[in-house]
């Protein structure tokens, strides 16, 4: 599956933006979806992930309660809506997918994950 996230932009402090990642080249159902950021020099950071029909989701406590993740099967897309946006906020947002076993549907360690899309820059200004 390829993956391709957008929607990235600078934007003030508690604002909300909305990052898209679109997939394509085999079904998308098939595949759990997780949202990753990066900073420059720092370890990439789990911050959401969506299971393959979309009925469950999890987030770390930095992000919990500003953030939302949903996807459409349909039209192959999963989104991140970001609300409340904090100048730590800033980073490069990575989408990422796999199919994962039995009901698992996401890890927090990136290098659990065989697909990727390319990242999207979020600046949130002070």
């Known amino acids: 599956v390829q993956l391709q996230a957008s929607g990235g932009g600078l934007v003030q402090a508690g604002d909300s933006l909305r990052l898209s990642c679109a997939a394509s080249g085999r079904p998308f159902s098939a595949y759990a979806v997780a949202w990753f950021r990066q900073i420059s020099g720092k370890e990439r950071e789990f911050v959401a992930a969506i299971s393959r029909s979309g009925r469950a989701s999890h987030y770390p406590d930095s992000v919990k309660g500003r953030f939302i993740v949903s996807r459409d099967n349909y039209k192959n897309t999963v989104s991140l809506e970001m609300n409340s946006l904090k100048p730590e906020d800033t980073a490069v947002y990575y989408c990422?997918?796999?199919?994962?076993?039995?009901?698992?549907?996401?890890?927090?360690?990136?290098?659990?994950?065989?697909?990727w899309g390319q990242g999207t820059q979020v600046t949130v200004s002070s």
């Open positions: 990422a997918a796999d199919q994962f076993q039995g009901s698992t549907y996401y890890s927090p360690d990136g290098r659990e994950y065989h697909y």
